[in-house]
């Protein structure tokens, strides 16, 4: 089922399988907690099934960004299902992960993010493309997020995606190495051939991958 959103001017599309429709937000915090749901614009989605590359991708990555943090700013890397709320759009998803730094940790509360997160990862399932390559896409742009990645391990495609000064999301390509420059953590660059191996990085790997970003700075 799609549904169309007019949000600032823009065309916002819900794609899914909607459950329930004109349910407040407050009335969805309190009745859907315990639910792999989201919540936009008083309709509640539910959410697909991961499979175990989904699995995979989303541990891999929740060890590389809080071994960063250990060692660089600070902060907290948060995964499904904490929510995050968005102020500027009618819209509260539970991000496969959410990286906050040290100015936003005031967003937490409990099990959600009040406000856009520094930086959102989407790892695509069977049935979520669509929701996490164009609806997510438009929410997390008119809502401020400043760094978006959209990883489909189906396809063994990425895209990389960072808020130009207009407020509007420019696709990032890697550079000539072949490494993704996040401008959202600065000094986070990532190999993204990484992406497309059938084995991803175990911890110790993923120790010394940081420890040779970390000496390049």
């Known amino acids: ?22 349910v407040s937000y407050d009335d969805f915090i309190a009745g859907y907690d315990e639910m792999h749901v989201e919540w936009v614009n008083g309709a509640v989605i539910q959410m ?28 907290r890397v948060l995964g499904d299902p904490v929510l995050m709320k968005l ?4 819209s509260s998803r539970t991000p496969d992960l959410q990286v906050l730094l040290p100015e ?19 790892v695509v399932s ?23 990645w959209v990883l489909d391990h189906i396809r063994n495609s990425g895209k990389f995606y960072q808020l130009n000064d207009e407020g509007a999301y420019e696709d990032v390509e890697p550079d000539e190495n072949g490494l993704y420059h996040s401008k959202a953590l600065p000094g986070l660059a990532i190999d993204v051939s990484l992406f497309r191996r059938q084995k991803l990085p175990g911890l110790r790997e993923t120790l010394q991958i940081l420890e040779a970003l970390l000496l390049e700075k």
């Open 48 to 75: 697909p099934a991961i499979d175990e590359k989904h699995d995979a991708f989303a541990a891999f990555l929740r060890m590389f960004f809080d071994g960063f943090l250990e060692l660089t700013t600070g902060g």
């Open 1 to 22: 089922m799609i549904n169309v959103l007019d949000l600032h001017d823009s065309v916002v599309r819900i794609s899914g399988d909607i459950i329930a429709t004109d």
């Open 104 to 122: 936003r940790l005031h967003q937490l509360r409990r099990n959600q993010v009040i406000g856009p997160a520094n930086l959102v990862v989407e």
């Open 87 to 90: 102020e500027n759009v009618p």
């Open 126 to 148: 069977q049935g979520s493309r669509r929701t996490d390559t164009v609806d997510k896409l438009r929410e997390y742009e008119l809502g401020g997020v400043p760094e978006y």
